[in-house]
């Protein structure tokens, strides 16, 4: 089986930066897209931020509790993908999870990309902690 392994994960103040990272191996994750899924604890999975393959720059999606604040990037060579989270806030701690859509959403509404559902192969996991 495929499995995404994440990284990056820790202790980080509030109002500071992350990045954690989302590699394969022997998988090409620019052929698919990639989204960073997290949950709180007590709370629902929340997908905040999906890299599609459907442009040769790569198409990117960002929920709107996080837009402007995370990035999220690929490094093809690497078979890496990024998510860069800056200004985190006090009620953002959770587990992060890498997740890849084989299908891409095709033929899908645009907003599949928010569906935990959607996605095919999954990490196990980063936890990410904001002190308040």
């Known amino acids: 089986q495929v499995q995404p392994v994440e990284s990056g994960g820790g202790l980080v103040q509030p109002g500071g930066s992350l990045r954690l990272s989302c590699t394969f191996s022997?998988?090409?994750?620019?052929?698919?897209?990639t989204g960073w899924i997290r949950q709180a604890p007590g709370k629902e999975r929340e997908a905040v931020s999906c890299?599609?393959?459907?442009?040769?720059?790569?198409?990117?999606y960002y929920a709107d509790s996080v837009n402007g604040r995370f990035t999220i990037a690929r490094d093809n060579a690497m078979n890496t993908v990024y998510l860069q989270m800056n200004t985190l806030r006090p009620d953002e701690p959770a587990v992060y999870y890498c997740?890849?859509?084989?299908?891409?959403?095709?033929?899908?509404?645009?907003?599949?990309?928010?569906?935990?559902?959607?996605?095919?192969?999954w990490g196990q996991g980063t936890q990410v902690s904001v002190p308040s």
């Open positions: 997740a890849v859509s084989l299908s891409d959403f095709y033929g899908l509404p645009a907003a599949s990309w928010r569906l935990a559902a959607e996605y095919d192969y």
């Open positions: 022997g998988f090409t994750l620019e052929q698919y897209a």
């Open positions: 890299i599609s393959s459907r442009s040769s720059e790569g198409i990117t």
